[in-house]
């Protein structure tokens, strides 16, 4: 049974925890007695919950945070654990030497706090929160705290200035860009890029068995990053995207020229064994907007220069979607949600046309 007992001039707390071993701690001196029956109900609740754990045996929030990465290692794509690894070893320092148990609520927004104000950009933080949060969680199951601070902690708000803008290239500049590359390699690359819409990875795991001629489409079936290829992330991600005529016949040319075949990669320094090296396609394209001096974007503001002309031309959301390989609507929307008009008298004129038809001359009355 549970007690408190004074020894020595110091308050003793003496209880069996939820395994049935005894547990004894000695309270600093000067405690008092409503000091000692104030710490035992919280070893008690503890103990009901089947949380408790001696000061001695609760581990570091690091330690915790290894046990975490161990289950993550076979869930997750290779890099996406180098990731998780890299930010567990130095994006937590703050919690590093904290016990588990002493993780609170205001510590979590403390850390929080200490981003923002070291400008640290909103997705990032918000990226981070997660992770912390699920740490924190798998502590949580296995029985190591009785709550989630990180799920109570007041999360920062997206503010004007927080969300970059995509950067996009005018159809002019497409053109420049297009016709300044003397490559045939680079301009078939660059061109599905253009007219796809894909995203690098993606483009560089294009193999010839992936374009369909006939129905003008490519497929995107696997992605290469970090020099290693991946099946796509999600099911939305694997679809097949309509190319225009102009990009059918360049790779159609592109194949005849470089002699690949169906199992070959469409873009390749070996004859088709492997895809092209990421850092060369990323050196060749700096090379060229340098040389003809075009506003510095990145290889992947293709993919939103590609949204913001199919958004332009008036295409839907959903198609849009779907040739994106976005998860939802909702996500393009999000994205592309600045691009859009939020004016369009034809679209008035077009639904008083299917009310009234051609020519029809309402006429109103007064009245009182």
């Avoid at 929030?61 to 996406?80: I, Y």
């Avoid at 998780?84 to 590093?96: E, L, P, Q, R, Y």
């Avoid at 894909?198 to 193999?207: D, P, Q, S």
Wanted: proline share 4%; net charge positive; aromatic share 10%.
């Amino acid at each position: 049974m549970a007690c408190i007992a004074k020894r020595r001039g110091r308050w003793v707390i003496d209880c069996y925890d939820q395994q049935g071993r005894r547990y004894r701690k000695t309270l600093n001196l000067g405690a008092t007695k409503d000091d000692a029956r104030k710490e035992l109900r919280d070893i008690e609740s503890k103990i009901d919950k089947g949380t408790f754990i001696p000061e001695k045996k609760t581990p570091l929030f690091s330690e915790v945070a290894e046990d975490w990465l161990k289950t993550k290692k076979h869930d997750v794509r290779q890099t996406t654990f180098e990731c998780f690894t890299a930010i567990v070893k130095n994006k937590f320092g703050f919690f590093d030497n904290v016990k588990i148990t002493q993780i609170s609520i205001a510590s979590v927004e403390q850390w929080i706090e200490n981003m923002r104000e070291q400008g640290v950009k909103f997705a990032t933080v918000q990226y981070r929160i997660v992770i912390l949060g699920q740490i924190m969680g798998y502590a949580l199951r296995h029985r190591m705290i009785d709550f989630n601070p990180v799920k109570e902690a007041k999360k920062p708000r997206k503010k004007m200035g927080d969300t970059t803008k995509p950067q996009i290239w005018t159809p002019e500049q497409i053109k420049r860009f297009l016709e300044g590359i003397d490559s045939p390699l680079y301009h078939a690359l660059f061109s599905t890029s253009v007219f796809s819409g894909a995203r690098k990875g993606e483009v560089l795991g294009l193999k010839w068995q992936d374009v369909n001629y006939d129905k003008k489409q490519i497929s995107i079936n696997r992605t290469f990053n970090h020099q290693r290829l991946f099946s796509p992330k999600t099911q939305s991600s694997i679809r097949k995207i309509d190319v225009p005529p102009v990009l059918i016949n360049e790779l159609r040319e592109w194949q005849l020229k470089s002699g690949g075949r169906g199992e070959d990669f469409v873009f390749s320094a070996d004859n088709g064994k492997n895809p092209l090296r990421e850092g060369a396609v990323d050196d060749y394209f700096r090379s060229i907007l340098k040389a003809i001096n075009l506003p510095k974007i990145r290889i992947h503001d293709l993919r939103h220069c590609y949204a913001s002309l199919l958004l332009q031309q008036g295409e839907s959301i959903k198609y849009i979607q779907t040739q994106l390989g976005h998860s939802t609507p909702n996500t393009t929307l999000n994205v592309y949600a600045h691009l859009m008009k939020d004016e369009n008298p034809q679209a008035a004129e077009r639904l008083e046309r299917s009310i009234f038809g051609d020519g029809h001359k309402m006429v109103t009355t007064g009245g009182n």
